[in-house]
């Protein structure tokens, strides 16, 4: 068992290193951090294509390892 959640941390980390890695910029500067926040908060400007795989990777990947992070602290 504590094999297993030991693969699944490191296969998750290194998954969520290269998704994160990959993403492109989404600030323009001082205004893009505030009028970009405003858009993302509320919905308004969605990922498409690559930038949707990857932003959907880094959160699976994300919850993936926080929860095996957590399982074998307590085993």
């Known amino acids: 068992m504590e094999i297993v959640l030991l693969v699944l941390i490191v296969v998750s980390s290194l998954v969520l ?5 990959l993403q492109p910029g989404k600030s323009a ?6 009028a970009g ?3 993302s908060l509320f919905g308004k400007k969605r990922a ?3 930038e949707a795989m990857l932003e959907r990777a880094t ?3 994300a ?3 926080m929860l095996s992070a957590f399982i074998f602290s307590i085993i």
């Open 59 to 61: 959160t699976i990947s």
């Open 37 to 39: 926040g405003a858009e």
């Open 63 to 65: 919850v993936v390892f």
């Open 17 to 21: 290193i290269a998704s994160i890695l």
């Open 29 to 34: 500067g001082l205004s893009g951090s505030i």
């Open 48 to 50: 498409k294509g690559y």
